[in-house]
């Protein structure tokens, strides 16, 4: 409620004495006229531009209205032909100040969290109307009605505290303006209202009315937001974000007043008032309005219409309408009025349980620049580097890569400037007008948002304060225009300041504030070099006398600190660079040229590169930009070199060559490092000390077009209009490769599923794929005619489909690296469609292909295998709003288990079919007012991801009735696609640049599809299967967070293993004696059980209903295994052995699921590369004579295969590099060597070896090599296939005496062409296993070396004495080339930790920071290097634990 002397209302121009301008204040053309209209006096405020024209209240913007009422009116009249813009800023109860504006001027709905624009338009009603123009020669005057507390809740979902400040702009009229708690009804009378429950505008607030006239012949009322959107009367905790989200709660009653039905028609979020036409009836019918009938989603489609209108199927959540003569409706892009009209409109839901708010949070962006590559600064303490990004303002920490993000920005970022003390960052947009903001550098939250004076903004300079900025630009008129603005008191609260304003016909490249007279500058461009004075509140300035340079086009300028920071004016030095080569020294004081230098390229004799850089007369090298220190200058040129001089230019001290020519230089404030960028898309900086250049980031420089992810490597592929395909680490965002093609432009791109390669399709029709180990071109086939607008291959990456825009399809077969054409098929898909990553979509299991063709109105789904046309849809229905048949723009499928497929149409729908029958299931209409180009839907069937123009827009598709998208800016130009990490945990945008998004909603384990799972396959030699026991409980977890210090606690239960023998331990042979190993190489030995089930008195089997006792939790980890943990990092996966129970656990609830069916122990585990498939091998039991080895289906926990390998215990599993084959070895007892094909899971190749073998593993670069240790031997594997059939070529190696004795025990790939070798004794040996010998070792541990992992340049190695320890290899690979006399001083430990028991399996990341490790305690520990700690995980007894029930063993 307002306060007592605000209520009932409050006459605002009387309260603030306008008349007098004591506190109001008003600039420009104001003047009181009177209005014959309303017979009285007005304000006119008129002008041809409207910032330097308004009223403003109050008078300074250091104070505040103070005004509580809810409603706002606005008494107000445009003039004809004119633009106009009211502002208001509302403050918030958190004190959060919001500008919301007004204006015909604005082209469409924006929002920010400090902004709101709607465009208010008023305009005659005409069959083609623009919703943007200028006010129509009849406007008439208008009651705007503003609900101040509906506008910040809809839109911000913040409560409305006051309204701070006004500011009317030209051109317009205005009468008054008044602030209410009451809703007052401007058309109703006092004889009228008595018998109707609403409130007369007061007299004082009314418009003349003429006896015999109606109120709306004369007038127009504008209420905003309807009052049918029902809000709460706080903020609710997951609101939707505007403008497509809006509340909605009841419809409206019905005012009973005399209006006109009219068709439906779409709203959106801002008010656009509609005038008839000259040639409109005045008379209408008294109909009462209807209500429009609500129509879920979940429906099918009918083709009837509705009896009372046109018929409309689940329209986005717009607002109804109030009943009056013109109305208003709130929700989309723009909100339309009409005269005599309410608009009923289908509502779809709540906002009530809508996604977490918000469901993607930006982590990582990969682009530098966009509209130049010139803005890139250091922060005052050296630590990061803040450049532009497009519309994103990144900061980077250079040491760590780690970035933090400044949104906001609708428009690529032109300039940007950081304080002295990182305070404040001042940043401005190009598209004029141009539109600056004022940031928190800190916390990152935008203090301040205004328009430039300048039509468009170049360049930015703060003081070192923060107390003055000044910006250089263009004039409409394109006239150069300097303006000096005041921010001291944006950090208090305060606003930004115009002190000054100047014009100039002198070019200027480049502007800066002097750091030791804040009111002093420079400017530098072409002919002129000028100072500048800011005193009076204006702005001078000075030509400094050049001499014969007055010709020179200058291109950057930076003045010369002193050494101990506390420079003299009268000391200081101004250096400008220009393009023919010269460098001026200027003393500012005198304003003269002290010195002039000019850059020379020197080049030996027959020599393509500069040798030598002097200074003298001839042709120069063009300089783009300098930076000073006090000791040296760091010069940038357009030869693509980077230079650091001494300040006397005598000679070079250092130089980096870049890709492309040097655009920006800029040195650090402790000297120490020279950030420089280039226009080819680099950002980088030079450690002088170490003398080696660090790249930051790199970027396309034009448009994405697709993209593509690889999930084994983490790697990402983009395609561009730039011609190049990039490669790029997905956990570093750096790039890795960079294929560029001069002549054939780049199209789609898509990864083989399991193979190191990727391919791509070009402009000339041709397919290419690339090896990513080799870095070249494999494979090129061209059966197109035209462009590929389409690429895409089966999960299982045996076939690959590839369309043009001919509307050819091809069929690739990928099942060997010398892919090769399958069919060509002729007008199939679309012709002259654009290419899109969502042209062509494969079901997820593989057998459905679906793309648009023949025609744009048809989808067609064939099978993948035989492509057989399997359904044809026809979508092509009538689009009202354009005359045209609709047609399809992208298709993609949903999971398997759902059988939907989703299509996207140029009438903004997005379509759910039937795979199979092609029945509409659902439609999603106005997702977007332009075509989708991609979309997709996560593999849970919660999210669907559409790119929506220069927005990304996720919706919830899970509930049937949506409450409509969450929606996310950041892009300057539209995206082209989007996609879900392979672990659905992130997702990828690209556009203008790749952003990389975090999914913020957490996995739900319970989430299911309607269909029976898969069944339970089986290889030759299976055994039956209990599908029911190898049915997982839960879905894991797909990311795994970082463990707390102290682990949670777990419950278990006791539960015996459900099937696969009685449980009771084999003893015939307990006597015999054994052969003995280390403690780091010995074979598995399965855990003794002291008691067999049923051994106890008063036990009884369990009911045939299904058991007493189900299995809740485990609680231990079989420490006597080996391998028998996997961590995947990047899926989240993590799953370790409890006796005969694979355990699959999420580490962040500690849920488990408990994948049974192991009749013995289990030894190891092995994880597939594409972490789809886990198999788990076991040993022995009283009720089998060959041991198990099940091969599990990951994302269902369903056993697919049951193999019996072996007589004895496997003792290792691994997966091959394209997972196509698995080898198992056998213990010391077997010996036994074994290769199973994975697509049957048959016996390939099996051999018996002379001696024990302790390790196994398959070259990572080579599918046909593996590699065995044991006794004093490696044993080199080479594979060779002769059609189905597989050999073995064996190559022995024996260890070199100077390793010592003993027996190699562990093994591991470093980087090609090392394998690294661990020993009994704890020698860790390298071998080049091109040459098949060993040339480095070193002693790495007191024990024996059980355990060897590297990745990078890091080798972790885990000893019987319990030591993890993490050694530095980054320098072996240089070491190989001295062959057998290669020292180990280059190999250091940067880590160590002393766990509880020897290492006997371990998994890191990539970078080898974080990991999960085993011993044989029985315990599972998180490491993390970086913080030199080890975190107990799980816990379990070395030995079994009895029990004095009598009813046997604690059960694992």
């Known amino acids: 409620m307002a306060r007592a002397w605000q209520h009932p209302f409050l006459n605002v121009f009387r309260h603030?004495?306008?008349?007098?301008?004591?506190?109001?204040?008003?600039?420009?053309?104001?003047?009181?006229?009177?209005?014959?209209?309303?017979?009285?006096?007005?304000?006119?405020?008129?002008?041809?531009?409207?910032?330097?024209?308004?009223?403003?209240?109050?008078?300074?913007?250091?104070?505040?209205?103070?005004?509580?009422?809810?409603?706002?009116?606005?008494?107000?009249?445009?003039?004809?032909?004119?633009?106009?813009?009211?502002?208001?800023?509302?403050?918030?109860?958190?004190?959060?100040?919001?500008?919301?504006?007004?204006?015909?001027?604005?082209?469409?709905?924006?929002?920010?969290?400090?902004?709101?624009?709607?465009?208010?338009?008023?305009?005659?009603?005409?069959?083609?109307?623009?919703?943007?123009?200028?006010?129509?020669?009849?406007?008439?005057?208008?009651?705007?009605?503003?609900?101040?507390?509906?506008?910040?809740?809809?839109?911000?979902?913040?409560?409305?505290?006051?309204?701070?400040?006004?500011r009317l702009c030209a051109s317009l009229l205005v009468r008054n303006l008044y602030t209410s708690d009451l809703c007052f009804e401007p058309a109703?009378?006092?004889?009228?209202?008595?018998?109707?429950?609403?409130t007369p505008m007061p007299r004082e607030m009314a418009f003349p009315v003429p006896k015999g006239e109606s109120w709306h012949d004369r007038y127009i009322h504008v209420r905003f937001p309807?009052?049918?959107?029902?809000?709460?009367?706080?903020?609710?905790?997951?609101?939707?974000?505007?403008?497509?989200?809006?509340?909605?709660?009841?419809?409206?009653?019905?005012?009973?007043?005399?209006?006109?039905?009219?068709?439906?028609?779409?709203?959106?979020?801002?008010?656009?008032?509609?005038?008839?036409?000259?040639?409109?009836?005045?008379?209408?019918?008294?109909?009462?309005?209807?209500?429009?009938?609500?129509?879920?989603?979940?429906?099918e489609r009918s083709d009837a219409s509705n009896a009372d209108g046109p018929g409309f199927h689940s329209l986005e959540p717009w607002a109804q309408l109030e009943a009056s003569d013109i109305h208003t409706a709130a929700a989309g892009t723009h909100v339309l009025t009409h005269e005599s009209a309410e608009v009923p409109v289908a509502r779809t839901g709540s906002c009530e349980g809508f996604l977490p708010d918000p469901v993607l949070r930006l982590k990582g962006v990969i682009g530098f620049g966009g509209h130049g590559t010139r803005q890139a600064l250091w922060t005052p303490d050296g630590a990061a580097v803040v450049y532009p990004c497009h519309a994103v303002i990144v900061v980077l920490l250079v040491d760590t890569g780690e970035q933090r993000f400044f949104l906001g920005h609708t428009d690529k970022?032109?300039?940007?400037?950081?304080?002295?003390?990182?305070?404040?960052?001042?940043?401005?947009?190009?598209?004029?007008?141009?539109?600056?903001?004022?940031?928190?550098?800190?916390?990152?939250?935008?203090?301040?948002?205004?328009?430039?004076?300048?039509?468009?903004v170049c360049s930015l300079s703060f003081s070192d304060s923060g107390a003055l900025l000044c910006g250089v630009g263009k004039d409409h008129h394109g006239r150069t225009m300097v303006v000096a603005w005041g921010t001291g008191q944006v950090g208090l609260g305060g606003e930004v300041v115009v002190l000054a304003k100047a014009h100039t016909d002198f070019d200027v490249q480049a502007f800066r504030v002097t750091f030791f007279d804040e009111t002093r500058m420079a400017s530098c461009g072409q002919g002129s070099v000028r100072l500048w004075r800011l005193r009076g509140g204006v702005?001078?300035?000075?030509?400094?006398?050049?001499?014969?340079?007055?010709?020179?086009?200058?291109?950057?300028?930076?003045?010369?600190?002193?050494?101990?920071?506390?420079?003299?004016?009268?000391?200081?030095?101004?250096?400008?660079?220009?393009?023919?080569?010269?460098?001026?020294?200027?003393?500012?004081?005198?304003?003269?040229?002290?010195?002039?230098?000019?850059?020379?390229?020197?080049?030996?004799?027959?020599?393509?590169?500069?040798?030598?850089?002097?200074?003298?007369?001839?042709?120069?090298?063009?300089?783009?930009?300098?930076?000073?220190?006090?000791?040296?200058?760091?010069?940038?040129?357009?030869?693509?070199?980077?230079?650091?001089?001494?300040?006397?230019f005598s000679s070079v001290l250092l130089e980096a060559e870049h890709e492309g020519p040097v655009s920006s230089v800029c040195v650090s404030p402790d000297g120490l490092r020279v950030l420089s960028a280039t226009s080819s898309g680099h950002l980088g900086f030079l450690d002088t000390l170490s003398r080696v250049y660090h790249m930051l980031a790199r970027s396309h420089t034009a448009p994405v077009l697709a993209l593509a992810m690889e999930q084994r490597r983490g790697q990402l592929a983009t395609v561009s209009q730039d011609r190049t395909v990039r490669i790029w680490d997905l956990a570093t965002l750096q790039q890795l490769y960079d294929f560029t093609s001069s002549e054939d432009a780049p199209c789609a791109v898509t990864f083989h599923p399991t193979r190191p390669t990727f391919f791509c399709g070009f402009s000339s029709g041709a397919v290419r794929s690339f090896s990513l180990e080799a870095a070249e071109v494999l494979v090129e086939h061209t059966c197109h005619r035209g462009a590929v607008t389409g690429l895409t291959a089966t999960?299982?990456?045996?076939?690959?489909?590839?369309?043009?825009?001919?509307?050819?399809?091809?069929?690739?077969?990928?099942?060997?690296?010398?892919?090769?054409?399958?069919?060509?098929?002729?007008?199939?898909?679309?012709?002259?469609?654009?290419?899109?990553?969502?042209?062509?979509?494969?079901?997820?299991?593989?057998?459905?292909?679906?793309?648009?063709?023949?025609?744009?109105?048809?989808?067609?789904?064939?099978?993948?295998?035989?492509?057989?046309?399997?359904?044809?849809?026809?979508?092509?229905?009538?689009?009202?709003?354009?005359?045209?048949?609709?047609?399809?723009?992208?298709?993609?499928?949903?999971?398997?288990?759902?059988?939907?497929?989703?299509?996207?149409?140029?009438?903004?729908?997005?379509?759910?079919?039937?795979?199979?029958?092609?029945?509409?299931?659902?439609?999603?209409p106005g997702v977007h007012p332009e075509p989708c180009p991609s979309l997709t839907l996560s593999e849970d069937a919660r999210f669907l991801l559409i790119a929506a123009g220069r927005t990304i827009k996720v919706w919830d598709y899970a509930t049937q009735a949506s409450p409509g998208p969450q929606v996310y800016i950041g892009h300057s130009e539209p995206v082209q696609a989007v996609a879900f990490s392979p672990d659905q945990q992130q997702v990828l945008s690209a556009g203008d640049a790749v952003f990389l998004w975090d999914v913020l909603a957490p996995t739900e384990s319970d989430q299911s599809f309607p269909g029976a799972p898969p069944a339970c396959k089986t290889g030759p030699g299976a055994g039956p299967l209990e599908d029911a026991a190898s049915r997982a409980s839960e879905l894991p977890r797909q990311q795994v967070p970082k463990p707390c210090q102290a682990s949670p606690p777990r419950?278990?239960?006791?539960?015996?293993?459900?099937?696969?023998?009685?449980?009771?331990?084999?003893?015939?042979?307990?006597?015999?004696?054994?052969?003995?190993?280390?403690?780091?190489?010995?074979?598995?030995?399965?855990?003794?059980?002291?008691?067999?089930?049923?051994?106890?008195?008063?036990?009884?089997?369990?009911?045939?209903?299904?058991?007493?006792?189900?299995?809740?939790?485990?609680?231990?980890?079989?420490?006597?295994?080996?391998?028998?943990?996997?961590?995947?990092?990047?899926?989240?996966?993590?799953?370790?052995?409890?006796?005969?129970?694979?355990?699959?656990?999420?580490?962040?609830?500690?849920?488990?699921?408990?994948?049974?069916?192991?009749?013995?122990?289990?030894?190891?585990?092995?994880?597939?590369?594409?972490?789809?498939?886990?198999?788990?091998?076991?040993?022995?039991?009283?009720?089998?004579?060959?041991?198990?080895?099940?091969?599990?289906?990951?994302?269902?926990?369903?056993?697919?295969?049951?193999?019996?390998?072996?007589?004895?215990?496997?003792?290792?599993?691994?997966?091959?590099?394209?997972?196509?084959?698995?080898?198992?070895?056998?213990?010391?007892?077997?010996?036994?060597?074994?290769?199973?094909?994975?697509?049957?899971?048959?016996?390939?190749?099996?051999?018996?070896?002379?001696?024990?073998?302790?390790?196994?593993?398959?070259?990572?670069?080579?599918?046909?090599?593996?590699?065995?240790?044991?006794?004093?031997?490696?044993?080199?594997?080479?594979?060779?296939?002769?059609?189905?059939?597989?050999?073995?070529?064996?190559?022995?190696?024996?260890?070199?005496?100077?390793?010592?004795?003993?027996?190699?025990?562990?093994?591991?790939?470093?980087?090609?062409?090392?394998?690294?070798?661990?020993?009994?004794?704890?020698?860790?040996?390298?071998?080049?296993?091109?040459?098949?010998?060993?040339?480095?070792?070193?002693?790495?541990?007191?024990?024996?070396?059980?355990?060897?992992?590297?990745?990078?340049?890091r080798l972790v190695s885990g000893s019987s004495t319990g030591r993890l320890r993490l050694w530095a290899v980054g320098a072996v690979s240089e070491l190989r080339c001295k062959g057998s006399g290669a020292r180990s001083s280059s190999v250091f430990m940067e880590h160590e930790l002393v766990l509880d028991g020897a290492v006997v399996s371990a998994s890191f990341d990539d970078s080898v920071d974080m990991g999960v490790v085993g011993t044989t305690a029985g315990t599972l520990w998180f490491v993390s290097w970086a913080e030199g700690t080890s975190t107990r995980l799980i816990s379990g007894h070395r030995s079994k634990k009895s029990h004095q029930s009598g009813r046997g063993g604690s059960c694992l």
């Open 16 to 166: 603030f004495r306008v008349d007098e301008w004591k506190r109001s204040a008003k600039q420009g053309d104001v003047a009181v006229v009177t209005d014959k209209t309303l017979k009285g006096a007005v304000y006119r405020i008129r002008g041809s531009v409207s910032a330097a024209n308004y009223i403003q209240l109050p008078k300074s913007s250091t104070q505040s209205l103070g005004l509580t009422g809810r409603y706002l009116y606005v008494l107000f009249r445009p003039l004809p032909s004119k633009h106009f813009v009211i502002h208001l800023d509302v403050s918030s109860k958190d004190n959060q100040v919001i500008r919301v504006s007004f204006s015909n001027l604005f082209k469409e709905f924006k929002s920010t969290a400090t902004w709101l624009q709607f465009p208010l338009v008023l305009e005659a009603r005409t069959p083609q109307r623009d919703l943007v123009g200028l006010a129509p020669s009849g406007a008439r005057w208008t009651c705007l009605q503003l609900d101040l507390q509906d506008v910040l809740l809809v839109y911000l979902n913040r409560c409305y505290g006051h309204l701070k400040s006004i």
């Open 188 to 198: 109703i009378s006092g004889a009228q209202w008595a018998k109707l429950p609403v």
């Open 226 to 299: 309807s009052e049918s959107l029902k809000v709460p009367s706080k903020p609710i905790e997951k609101s939707c974000s505007p403008p497509e989200a809006v509340l909605l709660g009841p419809g409206p009653q019905p005012l009973p007043c005399p209006v006109a039905s009219s068709k439906p028609v779409r709203f959106s979020v801002s008010p656009v008032v509609q005038t008839p036409s000259p040639t409109a009836q005045s008379g209408r019918a008294a109909l009462a309005p209807r209500p429009f009938p609500e129509v879920s989603l979940s429906q």
């Open 413 to 456: 970022v032109s300039a940007l400037a950081l304080d002295g003390s990182s305070s404040l960052l001042a940043s401005a947009q190009a598209r004029a007008p141009s539109v600056m903001r004022l940031w928190d550098f800190q916390t990152g939250r935008c203090l301040c948002l205004f328009r430039s004076p300048m039509h468009v």
């Open 539 to 648: 702005l001078r300035s000075c030509p400094v006398d050049l001499g014969e340079h007055h010709a020179l086009q200058f291109t950057d300028l930076a003045f010369k600190q002193a050494r101990d920071g506390c420079p003299e004016p009268s000391a200081a030095m101004l250096f400008v660079c220009s393009r023919s080569g010269h460098i001026l020294e200027i003393d500012c004081q005198r304003m003269v040229v002290r010195h002039a230098r000019r850059l020379l390229p020197t080049r030996t004799p027959g020599g393509p590169h500069p040798q030598k850089q002097t200074f003298s007369s001839g042709p120069g090298i063009a300089i783009s930009s300098l930076s000073v220190s006090p000791a040296m200058c760091a010069v940038g040129s357009e030869d693509g070199f980077l230079r650091l001089w001494p300040l006397d």
């Open 795 to 924: 999960p299982d990456g045996r076939l690959l489909f590839s369309s043009c825009s001919q509307g050819s399809l091809a069929q690739y077969s990928c099942a060997d690296p010398q892919w090769h054409v399958l069919r060509v098929a002729a007008d199939m898909v679309c012709p002259d469609a654009p290419a899109s990553p969502s042209a062509l979509a494969v079901s997820r299991d593989g057998r459905l292909l679906a793309f648009v063709g023949p025609s744009r109105c048809t989808v067609t789904v064939m099978g993948s295998a035989s492509l057989d046309e399997l359904l044809r849809v026809d979508i092509g229905t009538l689009d009202l709003a354009s005359s045209r048949l609709d047609s399809a723009m992208a298709v993609c499928f949903g999971p398997a288990a759902l059988g939907h497929l989703l299509v996207s149409t140029s009438s903004n729908r997005v379509v759910v079919l039937d795979a199979v029958s092609g029945r509409i299931i659902r439609e999603l």
């Open 1051 to 1353: 419950l278990g239960v006791c539960a015996r293993p459900p099937e696969g023998g009685d449980g009771a331990r084999d003893t015939r042979n307990s006597g015999a004696p054994r052969t003995t190993y280390l403690a780091s190489c010995k074979a598995f030995t399965p855990a003794r059980v002291s008691c067999s089930p049923h051994s106890a008195k008063g036990t009884c089997p369990p009911p045939a209903s299904g058991g007493w006792l189900r299995l809740k939790a485990v609680v231990g980890y079989s420490g006597n295994g080996r391998a028998n943990m996997v961590w995947r990092p990047d899926t989240g996966f993590f799953a370790y052995t409890c006796g005969r129970l694979v355990v699959v656990e999420d580490l962040h609830s500690g849920a488990q699921q408990h994948w049974s069916g192991h009749s013995a122990e289990i030894s190891t585990l092995a994880l597939s590369h594409s972490a789809q498939v886990l198999a788990s091998a076991s040993g022995r039991s009283s009720t089998t004579a060959h041991c198990q080895i099940r091969v599990w289906d990951v994302s269902g926990g369903l056993c697919q295969h049951l193999i019996f390998p072996h007589s004895t215990t496997v003792l290792a599993l691994a997966f091959s590099p394209d997972d196509r084959l698995l080898v198992t070895l056998g213990d010391h007892d077997g010996r036994t060597l074994a290769l199973w094909g994975t697509a049957t899971y048959d016996l390939v190749s099996s051999t018996r070896l002379p001696e024990p073998v302790h390790g196994v593993a398959f070259n990572p670069w080579d599918a046909g090599e593996l590699t065995c240790v044991g006794q004093g031997t490696v044993t080199f594997w080479l594979l060779q296939q002769r059609g189905a059939d597989i050999s073995l070529q064996v190559r022995r190696e024996p260890v070199p005496e100077a390793v010592g004795a003993g027996e190699l025990t562990s093994l591991c790939y470093g980087a090609p062409p090392l394998l690294y070798c661990g020993t009994s004794s704890g020698q860790v040996c390298v071998w080049d296993t091109r040459a098949g010998r060993c040339f480095l070792s070193w002693e790495a541990d007191d024990g024996g070396i059980g355990l060897l992992l590297f990745s990078g340049s």
